[in-house]
């Protein structure tokens, strides 16, 4: 089966950075996309940026200009630079990675159990 496991978060004041890392283990033959969001307390889950294999990105309007996906395919991983944090960007971050077993193009969802960045104003 597979893993998926975040890292990075923190505590951290207004206008400063934290890079999350999330990187997915076990039976992998090819993660198609992989993505970021966080969930606010008493709010809904949102996404905050996605990248596919080919490298194509696209991010909530809210972070746009201030936040960065990347990803390294060689391990299966995916970071997300954040820069001049806000505190409405406090919530739990999650990680999920949209997996491809074998050869055969099926594909199955997978999420960390979520990273917790907290801004202080």
């Known amino acids: 089966q597979v893993q998926v496991a975040e890292s990075g978060g923190g505590l951290v004041q207004a206008g400063g950075s934290l890079r999350l890392s999330c990187a997915a283990s076990g039976t992998i033959f090819s993660i198609r996309i992989m993505g970021w969001y966080r969930q606010a307390p008493g709010k809904q889950r949102e996404l905050v940026a996605y990248i596919t294999s080919s490298g194509s990105t696209d991010y909530a309007d809210s972070v746009k200009g201030r936040f960065t996906i990347s990803r390294d395919d060689a391990a299966n991983t995916v970071y997300l630079q954040m820069n001049r944090l806000k505190p409405e960007d406090t919530a739990v971050y999650y990680c999920?990675?949209?997996?491809?077993?074998?050869?055969?193009?099926?594909?199955?969802?997978?999420w960390g159990q979520g990273t917790q960045v907290t801004v202080s104003s």
């Open positions: 999920n990675a949209d997996v491809q077993f074998s050869i055969v193009p099926r594909y199955q969802d997978y």
